[in-house]
């Protein structure tokens, strides 16, 4: 069983930066593949960004590609996701979440543990 807990979230500027942050507990941290997704009210929890087990690939999604930067440390159990040139339309609720396995996926289903989301607001 793996716990998630996010940090990080807050009002900023557009075009300001903000840093997420996850902390993992219970299970092997490096067998698990972890990624971020966002959801703004009334619309499907969407993808942003994925890591390998190791660290050594990663994916984001097009929408935020040369903006936002997924990396992780396995030592002290984290991902964190460097949000920059942040944008109005990236208000939402991130998500943390872990899926056993070591390949990167975008695919949410894939994904078996949570935590519970912190809030991200860009003002114009």
């Known amino acids: 069983q793996v716990q998630l807990v996010e940090s990080g979230g807050g009002l900023v500027q557009a075009g300001g930066s903000l840093s997420l942050s996850c902390a993992a507990s219970?299970?092997?941290?490096?067998?698990?593949?972890m990624a971020w997704f966002r959801q703004t009210p009334g619309k499907e929890r969407e993808f942003v960004a994925a890591?390998?087990?190791?660290?050594?690939?990663?994916a984001h999604a097009d929408s935020v590609k040369g903006r936002f930067t997924i990396s992780r440390d396995n030592a002290k159990k984290t991902v964190n996701l460097q949000m920059n040139s942040l944008k109005p339309e990236d208000t939402a609720v991130y998500y943390c979440?872990?899926?056993?396995?070591?390949?990167?996926?975008?695919?949410?289903?894939?994904?078996?543990?949570w935590g519970q989301g912190t809030q991200v607001t860009v003002s114009s």
């Open positions: 979440a872990a899926a056993a396995g070591l390949v990167t996926t975008r695919r949410m289903r894939n994904y078996q543990y």
């Open positions: 219970g299970g092997t941290f490096s067998t698990y593949r």
């Open positions: 890591i390998s087990g190791s660290g050594d690939s990663t």
